[in-house]
Protein backbone atom coordinates (compact mmCIF):
# COMPACT_ATOMS: atom_id res chain seq x y z
CA UNK A 1 0.00 0.00 0.00
CA UNK A 2 2.32 2.29 1.34
CA UNK A 3 4.98 1.90 -1.90
CA UNK A 4 1.77 2.09 -3.97
CA UNK A 5 1.15 5.27 -2.75
CA UNK A 6 4.28 6.47 -3.18
CA UNK A 7 4.50 5.40 -6.65
CA UNK A 8 1.69 7.65 -7.01
CA UNK A 9 3.43 10.52 -5.31
CA UNK A 10 6.38 10.09 -7.54
CA UNK A 11 4.34 10.02 -10.53
CA UNK A 12 3.01 13.02 -9.99
CA UNK A 13 5.73 14.71 -8.78
CA UNK A 14 7.22 13.85 -12.36
CA UNK A 15 4.14 14.33 -14.44
CA UNK A 16 3.89 18.45 -12.47
CA UNK A 17 7.99 19.14 -13.68
CA UNK A 18 7.17 18.21 -17.09
CA UNK A 19 5.21 20.26 -17.25
CA UNK A 20 6.88 23.07 -15.71
CA UNK A 21 9.83 21.89 -17.56
CA UNK A 22 7.89 22.27 -21.05
CA UNK A 23 6.52 25.66 -20.23
CA UNK A 24 10.06 27.02 -19.10
CA UNK A 25 11.41 25.94 -21.73
CA UNK A 26 8.67 27.81 -24.19
CA UNK A 27 9.43 30.42 -22.37
CA UNK A 28 13.29 30.44 -22.96
CA UNK A 29 13.17 29.69 -26.34
CA UNK A 30 13.16 33.07 -27.87
CA UNK A 31 16.53 33.74 -25.81
CA UNK A 32 18.23 30.92 -26.59
CA UNK A 33 17.30 31.75 -30.07
CA UNK A 34 18.63 35.41 -29.48
CA UNK A 35 21.59 34.17 -28.18
CA UNK A 36 22.34 31.46 -30.69
CA UNK A 37 21.50 33.78 -33.78
CA UNK A 38 24.15 36.55 -31.94
CA UNK A 39 27.21 33.54 -32.43
CA UNK A 40 26.19 32.76 -36.14
CA UNK A 41 27.70 34.40 -39.16
CA UNK A 42 25.30 36.03 -41.50
CA UNK A 43 25.22 33.16 -44.09
CA UNK A 44 24.22 30.83 -41.38
CA UNK A 45 21.29 32.82 -39.84
CA UNK A 46 19.31 32.19 -42.88
CA UNK A 47 20.16 28.59 -43.49
CA UNK A 48 16.81 25.64 -44.07
CA UNK A 49 18.48 23.61 -41.11
CA UNK A 50 18.11 24.67 -37.39
CA UNK A 51 21.71 24.05 -35.17
CA UNK A 52 21.83 25.74 -31.52
CA UNK A 53 25.35 25.92 -31.82
CA UNK A 54 27.07 27.47 -35.13
CA UNK A 55 29.11 25.66 -37.66
CA UNK A 56 31.69 28.78 -38.35
CA UNK A 57 31.94 30.41 -34.73
CA UNK A 58 31.43 34.14 -35.81
CA UNK A 59 30.46 35.28 -32.23
CA UNK A 60 33.31 37.51 -31.88
CA UNK A 61 33.13 39.20 -34.96
CA UNK A 62 28.98 40.27 -34.17
CA UNK A 63 29.68 41.32 -30.35
CA UNK A 64 32.87 43.41 -31.57
CA UNK A 65 30.35 45.35 -34.31
CA UNK A 66 27.38 45.50 -31.40
CA UNK A 67 29.84 46.90 -29.43
CA UNK A 68 31.72 49.60 -31.51
CA UNK A 69 29.05 50.15 -34.85
CA UNK A 70 26.80 52.25 -32.11
CA UNK A 71 27.85 53.84 -28.55
CA UNK A 72 26.95 50.71 -26.89
CA UNK A 73 28.42 51.44 -23.62
CA UNK A 74 26.99 54.97 -23.36
CA UNK A 75 23.54 53.64 -23.92
CA UNK A 76 24.12 50.91 -21.07
CA UNK A 77 24.95 54.17 -19.16
CA UNK A 78 22.14 56.11 -19.97
CA UNK A 79 19.81 53.29 -19.28
CA UNK A 80 21.34 53.19 -16.19
CA UNK A 81 20.90 56.42 -15.51
CA UNK A 82 17.47 57.08 -16.66
CA UNK A 83 15.99 54.32 -14.35
CA UNK A 84 17.94 54.99 -11.64
CA UNK A 85 16.93 58.55 -11.46
CA UNK A 86 13.32 57.14 -12.22
CA UNK A 87 13.39 54.51 -9.38
CA UNK A 88 14.43 57.43 -6.84
CA UNK A 89 12.19 60.28 -7.77
CA UNK A 90 9.54 57.32 -7.78
CA UNK A 91 10.87 56.04 -4.13
CA UNK A 92 10.59 59.56 -2.88
CA UNK A 93 6.96 60.41 -4.16
CA UNK A 94 5.16 57.17 -3.93
CA UNK A 95 6.54 56.30 -0.29
CA UNK A 96 5.51 59.29 1.48
CA UNK A 97 2.00 59.49 -0.48
CA UNK A 98 1.75 55.95 0.21
CA UNK A 99 2.75 56.53 3.98
CA UNK A 100 -0.12 58.94 4.33
CA UNK A 101 -2.94 57.25 2.52
CA UNK A 102 -2.19 53.84 4.54
CA UNK A 103 -1.51 55.19 8.00
CA UNK A 104 -3.17 58.87 8.31
CA UNK A 105 -6.65 59.98 8.97
CA UNK A 106 -7.26 63.32 6.82
CA UNK A 107 -10.10 64.69 5.04
CA UNK A 108 -10.41 62.94 1.46
CA UNK A 109 -8.00 60.57 1.94
CA UNK A 110 -10.51 57.97 0.49
CA UNK A 111 -11.32 60.23 -2.36
CA UNK A 112 -7.53 59.90 -3.53
CA UNK A 113 -6.91 56.81 -3.07
CA UNK A 114 -9.79 56.39 -5.74
CA UNK A 115 -7.81 58.71 -7.69
CA UNK A 116 -4.48 56.43 -7.18
CA UNK A 117 -6.78 53.46 -8.73
CA UNK A 118 -8.21 55.38 -11.40
CA UNK A 119 -4.39 56.52 -12.69
CA UNK A 120 -4.17 52.80 -12.17
CA UNK A 121 -6.68 52.03 -15.05
CA UNK A 122 -4.53 54.73 -17.53
CA UNK A 123 -2.60 53.07 -19.77
CA UNK A 124 0.46 55.50 -20.20
CA UNK A 125 -0.36 55.06 -23.89
CA UNK A 126 -3.08 57.42 -23.25
CA UNK A 127 -0.77 60.33 -21.72
CA UNK A 128 2.39 59.90 -24.48
CA UNK A 129 0.42 63.41 -26.39
CA UNK A 130 -0.22 64.92 -23.56
CA UNK A 131 3.47 64.35 -21.94
CA UNK A 132 4.89 65.59 -25.10
CA UNK A 133 3.02 68.72 -25.51
CA UNK A 134 4.03 69.43 -22.04
CA UNK A 135 7.47 68.57 -22.24
CA UNK A 136 7.63 71.07 -25.77
CA UNK A 137 6.52 73.96 -24.02
CA UNK A 138 8.99 73.58 -20.92
CA UNK A 139 11.46 72.91 -23.60
CA UNK A 140 12.61 69.74 -22.17
CA UNK A 141 12.31 67.30 -25.48
CA UNK A 142 15.10 65.47 -26.38
CA UNK A 143 17.14 65.77 -22.61
CA UNK A 144 17.44 62.88 -19.70
CA UNK A 145 14.41 65.20 -17.99
CA UNK A 146 12.20 64.09 -20.85
CA UNK A 147 13.18 60.20 -20.05
CA UNK A 148 12.69 60.38 -16.82
CA UNK A 149 10.16 63.40 -15.68
CA UNK A 150 6.83 61.69 -17.25
CA UNK A 151 7.39 58.69 -14.82
CA UNK A 152 8.32 59.84 -11.61
CA UNK A 153 5.19 59.43 -10.07
CA UNK A 154 4.36 55.98 -10.01
CA UNK A 155 0.58 55.11 -9.29
CA UNK A 156 1.46 51.05 -8.89
CA UNK A 157 4.14 52.22 -6.85
CA UNK A 158 1.80 54.37 -4.63
CA UNK A 159 -0.81 51.64 -4.90
CA UNK A 160 1.24 48.58 -3.92
CA UNK A 161 3.14 50.50 -1.08
CA UNK A 162 -0.04 51.17 0.73
CA UNK A 163 -1.01 47.85 0.30
CA UNK A 164 1.93 47.00 2.31
CA UNK A 165 2.01 49.91 4.50
CA UNK A 166 -1.32 48.86 5.52
CA UNK A 167 -0.51 45.25 7.32
CA UNK A 168 1.64 46.83 9.63
CA UNK A 169 0.09 47.27 12.48
CA UNK A 170 -0.96 50.85 13.81
CA UNK A 171 0.23 49.90 17.44
CA UNK A 172 3.96 49.74 15.99
CA UNK A 173 2.84 53.39 14.37
CA UNK A 174 1.84 54.16 18.17
CA UNK A 175 4.80 53.71 19.91
CA UNK A 176 6.49 54.95 17.56
CA UNK A 177 5.24 58.32 18.16
CA UNK A 178 5.23 58.22 21.86
CA UNK A 179 9.11 57.25 21.21
CA UNK A 180 8.95 60.51 19.77
CA UNK A 181 9.34 59.86 16.11
CA UNK A 182 8.27 62.25 13.68
CA UNK A 183 5.87 61.24 10.83
CA UNK A 184 9.05 61.16 8.33
CA UNK A 185 11.31 59.45 10.53
CA UNK A 186 8.52 57.24 11.19
CA UNK A 187 8.87 56.16 7.18
CA UNK A 188 12.26 55.94 7.29
CA UNK A 189 13.20 54.24 10.33
CA UNK A 190 10.00 52.08 10.87
CA UNK A 191 7.95 51.39 7.36
CA UNK A 192 10.97 51.18 5.00
CA UNK A 193 13.16 48.62 6.81
CA UNK A 194 9.83 46.63 7.66
CA UNK A 195 8.16 46.80 3.66
CA UNK A 196 12.14 46.49 1.95
CA UNK A 197 10.51 43.49 -0.08
CA UNK A 198 7.62 45.20 -1.35
CA UNK A 199 10.46 48.16 -2.06
CA UNK A 200 12.65 45.59 -3.69
CA UNK A 201 9.81 43.71 -5.77
CA UNK A 202 8.24 47.52 -6.97
CA UNK A 203 12.16 48.45 -7.68
CA UNK A 204 12.75 45.31 -10.12
CA UNK A 205 8.78 46.22 -11.89
CA UNK A 206 9.93 49.72 -12.27
CA UNK A 207 13.80 48.54 -13.91
CA UNK A 208 12.41 46.50 -15.99
CA UNK A 209 9.92 48.17 -17.35
CA UNK A 210 12.01 51.27 -18.10
CA UNK A 211 15.03 49.43 -19.41
CA UNK A 212 12.88 47.63 -21.84
CA UNK A 213 10.74 51.13 -22.92
CA UNK A 214 11.23 51.29 -26.47
CA UNK A 215 7.67 53.50 -26.88
CA UNK A 216 8.28 56.38 -24.78
CA UNK A 217 12.11 56.86 -25.77
CA UNK A 218 11.13 56.56 -29.00
CA UNK A 219 8.70 59.71 -28.60
CA UNK A 220 10.65 62.02 -26.37
CA UNK A 221 14.59 61.40 -27.66
CA UNK A 222 16.68 61.68 -31.41
CA UNK A 223 19.99 62.04 -29.86
CA UNK A 224 21.98 59.11 -29.62
CA UNK A 225 23.96 60.17 -26.99
CA UNK A 226 21.20 60.15 -24.48
CA UNK A 227 19.38 57.08 -25.70
CA UNK A 228 18.44 54.65 -23.49
CA UNK A 229 19.45 50.44 -24.28
CA UNK A 230 16.27 49.86 -26.28
CA UNK A 231 16.14 52.90 -28.19
CA UNK A 232 19.65 52.82 -29.25
CA UNK A 233 19.78 48.88 -30.77
CA UNK A 234 17.25 50.67 -33.19
CA UNK A 235 20.05 52.02 -34.87
CA UNK A 236 21.37 48.62 -36.05
CA UNK A 237 17.84 48.24 -37.42
CA UNK A 238 17.97 51.17 -39.27
CA UNK A 239 20.83 49.77 -41.75
CA UNK A 240 20.55 46.74 -44.12
CA UNK A 241 18.61 44.44 -41.56
CA UNK A 242 19.80 40.92 -42.87
CA UNK A 243 23.85 41.72 -42.73
CA UNK A 244 23.40 43.13 -39.20
CA UNK A 245 21.44 40.44 -37.77
CA UNK A 246 23.52 38.88 -36.20
CA UNK A 247 25.43 42.25 -34.30
CA UNK A 248 21.57 43.14 -33.63
CA UNK A 249 20.99 39.87 -31.45
CA UNK A 250 24.86 40.03 -29.63
CA UNK A 251 23.52 43.69 -29.04
CA UNK A 252 19.74 42.65 -27.40
CA UNK A 253 21.81 40.30 -25.45
CA UNK A 254 24.19 42.50 -24.03
CA UNK A 255 21.16 44.96 -22.94
CA UNK A 256 19.10 42.34 -21.70
CA UNK A 257 22.29 40.35 -19.74
CA UNK A 258 22.43 42.75 -16.48
CA UNK A 259 18.28 42.54 -16.21
CA UNK A 260 18.94 38.88 -15.84
CA UNK A 261 21.62 38.93 -13.43
CA UNK A 262 20.21 41.48 -11.19
CA UNK A 263 17.07 39.37 -11.32
CA UNK A 264 19.41 36.50 -10.34
CA UNK A 265 21.04 38.23 -7.54
CA UNK A 266 17.59 40.27 -6.09
CA UNK A 267 15.31 36.79 -7.31
CA UNK A 268 14.65 36.21 -3.32
CA UNK A 269 13.65 39.42 -2.09
CA UNK A 270 11.42 39.55 -5.40
CA UNK A 271 9.59 36.40 -4.35
CA UNK A 272 9.46 37.80 -0.90
CA UNK A 273 7.73 40.75 -1.77
CA UNK A 274 5.08 39.27 -3.89
CA UNK A 275 3.72 36.74 -1.64
CA UNK A 276 2.37 37.93 1.39
CA UNK A 277 4.37 38.52 3.98
CA UNK A 278 3.77 37.40 7.36
CA UNK A 279 4.68 40.33 10.16
CA UNK A 280 4.88 40.07 13.50
CA UNK B 1 5.34 63.98 39.65
CA UNK B 2 2.49 63.49 37.88
CA UNK B 3 -1.65 63.59 38.84
CA UNK B 4 -3.78 63.20 36.08
CA UNK B 5 -6.94 64.47 35.60
CA UNK B 6 -9.67 63.72 32.73
CA UNK B 7 -12.52 66.55 32.28
CA UNK B 8 -15.83 65.91 30.40
CA UNK B 9 -13.92 63.94 27.92
CA UNK B 10 -16.19 62.86 24.59
CA UNK B 11 -14.96 60.88 21.70
CA UNK B 12 -16.89 59.91 18.99
CA UNK B 13 -16.24 58.22 15.47
CA UNK B 14 -18.90 59.55 13.07
CA UNK B 15 -22.42 58.82 15.14
CA UNK B 16 -20.48 56.09 17.31
CA UNK B 17 -20.33 57.81 20.96
CA UNK B 18 -17.28 55.83 22.49
CA UNK B 19 -16.82 57.81 25.37
CA UNK B 20 -19.17 59.81 26.95
CA UNK B 21 -18.28 62.59 29.58
CA UNK B 22 -15.58 60.98 31.65
CA UNK B 23 -14.47 62.76 34.95
CA UNK B 24 -11.08 61.00 36.47
CA UNK B 25 -8.71 62.03 38.56
CA UNK B 26 -5.77 59.45 38.31
CA UNK B 27 -3.24 60.34 41.80
CA UNK B 28 0.20 60.71 41.46
CA UNK B 29 2.08 57.23 41.47
CA UNK B 30 -1.49 55.42 42.02
CA UNK B 31 -1.88 52.45 40.06
CA UNK B 32 -5.52 53.01 38.43
CA UNK B 33 -6.95 50.36 36.07
CA UNK B 34 -10.06 51.19 33.74
CA UNK B 35 -12.15 47.82 33.69
CA UNK B 36 -14.74 46.74 31.31
CA UNK B 37 -15.80 44.26 28.42
CA UNK B 38 -14.58 44.74 25.17
CA UNK B 39 -15.34 48.16 23.21
CA UNK B 40 -16.45 49.79 26.10
CA UNK B 41 -14.00 52.66 25.48
CA UNK B 42 -11.36 52.11 27.95
CA UNK B 43 -8.57 51.62 25.14
CA UNK B 44 -9.53 54.87 23.21
CA UNK B 45 -9.60 56.68 26.80
CA UNK B 46 -6.10 55.90 27.31
CA UNK B 47 -5.12 56.72 23.94
CA UNK B 48 -6.81 60.04 24.23
CA UNK B 49 -4.12 60.52 27.34
CA UNK B 50 -1.29 59.28 25.44
CA UNK B 51 -2.22 61.54 22.48
CA UNK B 52 -2.71 59.06 20.32
CA UNK B 53 -6.08 60.43 19.69
CA UNK B 54 -7.83 63.59 19.97
CA UNK B 55 -10.64 63.98 22.17
CA UNK B 56 -14.15 65.53 20.87
CA UNK B 57 -14.30 67.45 23.76
CA UNK B 58 -13.01 67.71 27.22
CA UNK B 59 -9.20 68.45 28.88
CA UNK B 60 -6.75 66.20 29.39
CA UNK B 61 -4.67 67.94 32.39
CA UNK B 62 -1.39 66.07 33.21
CA UNK B 63 1.35 67.47 36.58
CA UNK B 64 -1.96 70.00 36.79
CA UNK B 65 -1.05 71.73 32.88
CA UNK B 66 -3.43 71.13 30.22
CA UNK B 67 -1.71 69.10 27.03
CA UNK B 68 -4.43 68.73 24.33
CA UNK B 69 -2.37 70.65 22.23
CA UNK B 70 1.05 68.41 22.80
CA UNK B 71 1.85 65.53 20.85
CA UNK B 72 2.44 62.39 22.15
CA UNK B 73 6.26 62.41 22.51
CA UNK B 74 5.47 65.75 24.71
CA UNK B 75 2.86 64.46 27.59
CA UNK B 76 6.30 62.32 29.38
CA UNK B 77 3.73 59.54 29.03
CA UNK B 78 4.96 55.62 27.96
CA UNK B 79 2.61 52.67 26.92
CA UNK B 80 2.83 49.42 26.89
CA UNK B 81 0.65 47.55 23.91
CA UNK B 82 -1.45 44.59 23.71
CA UNK B 83 0.43 43.57 21.05
CA UNK B 84 4.05 45.00 22.65
CA UNK B 85 4.52 46.85 19.36
CA UNK B 86 8.61 46.24 19.63
CA UNK B 87 10.16 47.04 16.04
CA UNK B 88 10.91 43.99 14.19
CA UNK B 89 13.79 44.91 12.42
CA UNK B 90 15.87 46.25 15.23
CA UNK B 91 17.49 44.12 17.83
CA UNK B 92 16.17 44.34 21.42
CA UNK B 93 19.30 46.94 21.99
CA UNK B 94 17.99 49.30 19.31
CA UNK B 95 14.58 48.75 20.28
CA UNK B 96 15.40 50.04 23.82
CA UNK B 97 17.34 52.50 22.51
CA UNK B 98 15.30 54.33 20.23
CA UNK B 99 13.31 56.15 23.10
CA UNK B 100 16.51 57.62 24.57
CA UNK B 101 17.88 58.34 21.27
CA UNK B 102 15.37 60.32 19.98
CA UNK B 103 15.09 62.57 23.14
CA UNK B 104 18.77 63.25 23.49
CA UNK B 105 20.25 63.81 20.05
CA UNK B 106 19.91 66.35 17.99
CA UNK B 107 17.64 66.08 14.53
CA UNK B 108 21.20 66.10 12.90
CA UNK B 109 22.91 63.57 14.89
CA UNK B 110 20.58 61.53 14.07
CA UNK B 111 20.86 61.51 10.49
CA UNK B 112 21.52 58.38 8.46
CA UNK B 113 25.66 58.01 7.54
CA UNK B 114 26.44 61.63 8.56
CA UNK B 115 24.76 61.44 12.33
CA UNK B 116 27.23 59.19 13.29
CA UNK B 117 30.42 61.23 12.68
CA UNK B 118 29.12 64.14 14.38
CA UNK B 119 30.77 65.07 17.83
CA UNK B 120 29.13 64.07 20.73
CA UNK B 121 27.45 61.21 19.78
CA UNK B 122 29.86 58.75 20.69
CA UNK B 123 29.36 60.08 24.44
CA UNK B 124 25.89 60.09 24.71
CA UNK B 125 25.40 56.32 22.83
CA UNK B 126 27.63 55.25 25.58
CA UNK B 127 25.07 56.55 28.19
CA UNK B 128 22.69 55.03 26.39
CA UNK B 129 24.19 51.90 26.30
CA UNK B 130 24.66 51.59 29.94
CA UNK B 131 21.65 52.55 30.97
CA UNK B 132 19.85 49.98 29.12
CA UNK B 133 22.36 47.63 30.29
CA UNK B 134 21.09 48.45 33.59
CA UNK B 135 17.05 48.57 32.79
CA UNK B 136 17.52 44.79 31.31
CA UNK B 137 19.31 43.14 34.16
CA UNK B 138 16.50 44.78 35.80
CA UNK B 139 14.05 42.88 33.71
CA UNK B 140 16.06 39.83 32.90
CA UNK B 141 16.23 40.57 29.12
CA UNK B 142 20.25 41.31 29.76
CA UNK B 143 21.00 38.07 27.68
CA UNK B 144 18.78 38.88 24.94
CA UNK B 145 19.87 42.41 24.12
CA UNK B 146 21.50 41.13 20.19
CA UNK B 147 18.35 39.06 19.23
CA UNK B 148 15.27 40.32 17.35
CA UNK B 149 12.08 40.41 18.73
CA UNK B 150 11.07 37.38 16.23
CA UNK B 151 13.22 35.36 18.15
CA UNK B 152 11.92 35.75 21.65
CA UNK B 153 8.86 34.22 23.39
CA UNK B 154 5.53 35.94 24.51
CA UNK B 155 7.01 36.93 28.03
CA UNK B 156 10.56 37.82 27.06
CA UNK B 157 8.52 40.28 24.52
CA UNK B 158 6.50 41.74 27.29
CA UNK B 159 9.51 42.40 29.37
CA UNK B 160 11.04 44.23 26.61
CA UNK B 161 7.83 46.05 26.05
CA UNK B 162 7.94 46.79 29.65
CA UNK B 163 11.94 48.02 29.15
CA UNK B 164 10.82 50.02 26.03
CA UNK B 165 8.92 52.09 28.22
CA UNK B 166 10.67 52.27 31.15
CA UNK B 167 13.77 53.71 30.16
CA UNK B 168 13.14 57.21 29.28
CA UNK B 169 11.84 57.37 32.71
CA UNK B 170 8.48 58.57 32.04
CA UNK B 171 5.98 60.86 34.57
CA UNK B 172 2.72 58.27 33.40
CA UNK B 173 2.54 54.42 32.23
CA UNK B 174 -0.05 53.81 30.10
CA UNK B 175 -0.63 50.07 29.40
CA UNK B 176 -3.12 48.88 27.28
CA UNK B 177 -4.30 44.80 28.36
CA UNK B 178 -0.86 43.97 28.42
CA UNK B 179 -0.97 40.60 29.36
CA UNK B 180 -3.72 39.30 27.01
CA UNK B 181 -1.45 37.45 24.82
CA UNK B 182 0.28 35.21 27.65
CA UNK B 183 -0.31 31.97 28.65
CA UNK B 184 -2.82 31.87 32.04
CA UNK B 185 0.66 30.64 34.38
CA UNK B 186 2.41 33.46 32.67
CA UNK B 187 0.10 36.37 33.06
CA UNK B 188 0.01 35.73 36.88
CA UNK B 189 3.87 35.39 37.03
CA UNK B 190 4.05 39.26 35.31
CA UNK B 191 0.93 40.43 37.31
CA UNK B 192 3.64 39.98 39.80
CA UNK B 193 6.15 41.51 37.84
CA UNK B 194 4.56 44.51 37.05
CA UNK B 195 3.11 45.12 40.64
CA UNK B 196 6.95 44.92 42.05
CA UNK B 197 7.66 47.73 39.17
CA UNK B 198 5.15 49.60 39.81
CA UNK B 199 6.35 50.08 43.63
CA UNK B 200 10.19 50.06 42.41
CA UNK B 201 9.21 53.05 39.82
CA UNK B 202 6.52 54.83 41.82
CA UNK B 203 5.26 56.64 39.11
CA UNK B 204 1.95 56.70 37.64
CA UNK B 205 0.39 53.63 36.35
CA UNK B 206 -2.92 53.19 34.00
CA UNK B 207 -3.85 50.00 33.11
CA UNK B 208 -6.48 48.77 30.91
CA UNK B 209 -7.94 45.34 31.02
CA UNK B 210 -11.22 43.24 30.12
CA UNK B 211 -10.18 40.70 33.19
CA UNK B 212 -12.17 41.83 36.38
CA UNK B 213 -8.96 39.44 37.94
CA UNK B 214 -6.35 41.79 36.95
CA UNK B 215 -8.14 44.66 38.06
CA UNK B 216 -8.68 43.38 41.64
CA UNK B 217 -5.41 42.16 42.24
CA UNK B 218 -3.38 44.62 40.88
CA UNK B 219 -4.62 48.07 41.57
CA UNK B 220 -4.87 50.91 43.85
CA UNK B 221 -8.45 51.57 42.55
CA UNK B 222 -9.95 50.46 40.00
CA UNK B 223 -12.48 52.36 37.44
CA UNK B 224 -15.11 50.28 35.92
CA UNK B 225 -16.63 51.50 32.67
CA UNK B 226 -19.02 50.44 30.62
CA UNK B 227 -20.80 51.99 26.81
CA UNK B 228 -18.43 54.70 27.41
CA UNK B 229 -19.52 55.86 30.98
CA UNK B 230 -17.45 55.25 34.19
CA UNK B 231 -19.84 53.31 36.26
CA UNK B 232 -17.77 53.58 39.67
CA UNK B 233 -14.32 54.45 40.66
CA UNK B 234 -12.96 52.81 43.92
CA UNK B 235 -10.28 50.43 45.99
CA UNK B 236 -10.99 46.70 44.79
CA UNK B 237 -12.33 45.44 48.09
CA UNK B 238 -14.98 48.54 47.85
CA UNK B 239 -15.84 47.68 44.18
CA UNK B 240 -16.53 43.76 45.60
CA UNK B 241 -18.42 44.78 48.57
CA UNK B 242 -19.92 47.77 47.96
CA UNK B 243 -21.03 48.35 44.43
CA UNK B 244 -23.22 51.40 42.99
CA UNK B 245 -23.94 50.15 40.02
CA UNK B 246 -26.00 46.25 39.22
CA UNK B 247 -23.32 45.95 36.36
CA UNK B 248 -20.49 46.45 38.19
CA UNK B 249 -21.22 43.82 41.06
CA UNK B 250 -22.09 41.61 37.59
CA UNK B 251 -19.04 42.20 36.50
CA UNK B 252 -16.68 42.26 39.80
CA UNK B 253 -16.27 39.00 41.23
CA UNK B 254 -15.95 35.61 40.26
CA UNK B 255 -17.98 33.22 39.81
CA UNK B 256 -20.64 36.09 39.08
CA UNK B 257 -22.68 37.05 41.53
CA UNK B 258 -26.16 35.75 42.16
CA UNK B 259 -29.19 38.25 41.11
CA UNK B 260 -32.73 37.36 41.81
CA UNK B 261 -35.25 40.25 40.99
CA UNK B 262 -37.92 40.74 43.39
CA UNK B 263 -40.41 39.74 41.48
CA UNK B 264 -39.33 36.36 40.97
CA UNK B 265 -38.14 36.10 45.09
CA UNK B 266 -41.92 36.72 45.81
CA UNK B 267 -42.79 34.12 43.14
CA UNK B 268 -41.22 31.26 44.78
CA UNK B 269 -43.12 31.94 48.00
CA UNK B 270 -40.06 33.48 49.78
CA UNK B 271 -40.76 35.94 52.54
CA UNK B 272 -38.13 39.26 51.46
CA UNK B 273 -36.01 40.06 54.53
CA UNK B 274 -36.43 43.03 56.49
CA UNK B 275 -35.26 46.33 55.59
CA UNK B 276 -36.04 45.81 51.74
CA UNK B 277 -36.43 49.64 50.08
CA UNK B 278 -39.81 49.93 47.91
CA UNK B 279 -37.92 50.31 45.06
CA UNK B 280 -35.64 47.75 44.94
CA UNK B 281 -36.27 45.48 42.07
CA UNK B 282 -33.12 42.83 42.14
CA UNK B 283 -31.67 41.15 45.57
CA UNK B 284 -28.43 40.54 44.92
CA UNK B 285 -25.73 38.44 46.27
CA UNK B 286 -22.16 36.51 46.15
CA UNK B 287 -21.58 32.85 46.16
CA UNK B 288 -19.79 33.42 49.64
CA UNK B 289 -22.76 35.02 51.26
CA UNK B 290 -25.19 31.63 51.12
CA UNK B 291 -25.37 28.74 53.75
CA UNK B 292 -26.47 25.44 53.03
CA UNK B 293 -29.48 24.28 55.38
CA UNK B 294 -31.58 21.47 55.00
CA UNK B 295 -34.25 21.38 52.19
CA UNK B 296 -37.32 23.79 53.50
CA UNK B 297 -35.27 25.53 56.25
CA UNK B 298 -33.85 28.07 54.14
CA UNK B 299 -35.46 31.50 52.57
CA UNK B 300 -35.11 30.17 48.86
CA UNK B 301 -34.78 26.28 48.34
CA UNK B 302 -33.60 24.36 45.52
CA UNK B 303 -31.85 21.84 43.93
CA UNK B 304 -28.37 21.12 43.13
CA UNK B 305 -27.73 20.96 39.55
CA UNK B 306 -23.61 20.21 39.45
CA UNK B 307 -20.43 21.16 41.75
CA UNK B 308 -17.49 22.33 40.73
CA UNK B 309 -14.73 21.29 42.97
CA UNK B 310 -11.35 23.81 42.92
CA UNK B 311 -9.83 22.06 45.74
CA UNK B 312 -9.77 25.21 47.90
CA UNK B 313 -13.76 25.79 47.21
CA UNK B 314 -16.54 23.93 46.19
CA UNK B 315 -19.03 25.66 44.41
CA UNK B 316 -22.69 24.47 44.25
CA UNK B 317 -25.07 25.61 41.19
CA UNK B 318 -28.19 25.40 42.91
CA UNK B 319 -31.22 25.26 40.45
CA UNK B 320 -34.21 27.80 42.34
CA UNK B 321 -37.54 25.59 43.21
CA UNK B 322 -39.21 26.58 40.36
CA UNK B 323 -36.59 25.55 37.83
CA UNK B 324 -35.99 29.16 36.37
CA UNK B 325 -32.81 30.66 37.51
CA UNK B 326 -29.30 29.31 39.61
CA UNK B 327 -27.76 30.17 42.30
CA UNK B 328 -24.11 29.85 42.88
CA UNK B 329 -22.70 28.93 46.10
CA UNK B 330 -19.39 28.62 47.79
CA UNK B 331 -18.97 26.10 50.46
CA UNK B 332 -15.68 24.72 52.33
CA UNK B 333 -14.37 21.68 51.16
CA UNK B 334 -14.74 20.41 55.08
CA UNK B 335 -18.53 21.15 55.02
CA UNK B 336 -20.45 17.57 54.02
CA UNK B 337 -20.71 16.84 50.64
CA UNK B 338 -23.58 17.66 48.14
CA UNK B 339 -23.72 15.82 44.95
CA UNK B 340 -25.81 16.83 42.50
CA UNK B 341 -29.73 16.00 42.43
CA UNK B 342 -30.08 16.96 46.09
CA UNK B 343 -32.33 19.14 47.43
CA UNK B 344 -31.01 21.89 49.49
CA UNK B 345 -32.16 24.81 51.75
CA UNK B 346 -30.31 28.61 50.78
CA UNK B 347 -29.53 30.87 54.07
CA UNK B 348 -28.50 34.16 52.89
CA UNK B 349 -27.06 36.78 55.65
CA UNK B 350 -28.66 39.73 55.06
CA UNK B 351 -25.93 41.43 55.69
CA UNK B 352 -24.80 40.58 52.55
CA UNK B 353 -27.42 41.15 50.56
CA UNK B 354 -27.57 44.09 48.03
CA UNK B 355 -30.13 46.00 46.65
CA UNK B 356 -30.46 47.91 42.88
CA UNK B 357 -33.74 49.73 41.78
CA UNK B 358 -35.39 48.96 38.39
CA UNK B 359 -32.32 50.87 36.69
CA UNK B 360 -29.62 49.23 38.24
CA UNK B 361 -28.77 51.57 40.71
CA UNK B 362 -27.89 50.16 43.89
CA UNK B 363 -30.29 51.06 47.05
CA UNK B 364 -29.02 51.51 50.01
CA UNK B 365 -31.13 53.72 52.86
CA UNK B 366 -33.67 52.14 54.35
CA UNK B 367 -31.42 48.94 54.54
CA UNK B 368 -28.89 51.06 56.57
CA UNK B 369 -31.86 52.41 58.66
CA UNK B 370 -33.47 49.18 59.45
CA UNK B 371 -30.04 47.23 60.17
CA UNK B 372 -29.23 50.09 62.90
CA UNK B 373 -32.80 50.23 64.22
Known amino acids: ?280 | MAEIELRDIEKSYGETAIVKGVSLSIRDGEFLTLVGPSGCGKSTLLRIIAGLEAQNSGEVLVAGRCVDDKRPKERDVAMVFQSYALYPHLSVFDNLALPLRTRRLSFAQRLPLVGRALPGRGDVEKAIRAEIEQAASMLDIAHLLRRKPGQLSGGQRQRVALGRAMVRHPAVFLMDEPLSNLDAKLRVQMRAEIIALHRRLGVTFVYVTHDQAEAMTMSDRVAVMMDGELLQVDRPERLYRDPEDLRVAEMIGSPKINVVSRAHWVSLGASLPAGIHRNTAHLAFRPEAVGIVASGDGRLNGVVASVENLGSDIFLNVTLADGQGTVVVRTHPDASRSEAGRSVGLQIDPACLLQFDGAGMRQREVERVEAAA
Not at chain 1, 205 to 232: C, K, M, Y
Open chain 1, 1 to 280: MISRFSDRRFAGRVARHAILLLTAAFALLPFVWMVSLSLKPPQEIFQADFRLWPTAFHGGENYRIALTAAPMFSFLLNGVLVCAAIFALQLLVCIPCAYALAKLRFRGRDTLFSAVLVGLLLPPQALAIPHFVMLNVFGFLDTYAALILPWAISTFGIFLLRQFFRSIPDEIIHAARLDGLGEFEIIWRIMIPMTAPALAAFGIFSVVAHWNDLFWPLIAVRRAEISTPALGILLFRDDEAGQFLGPLMAGAVIIVAPLLLAFLIAQRRFIDGLAVTTMK
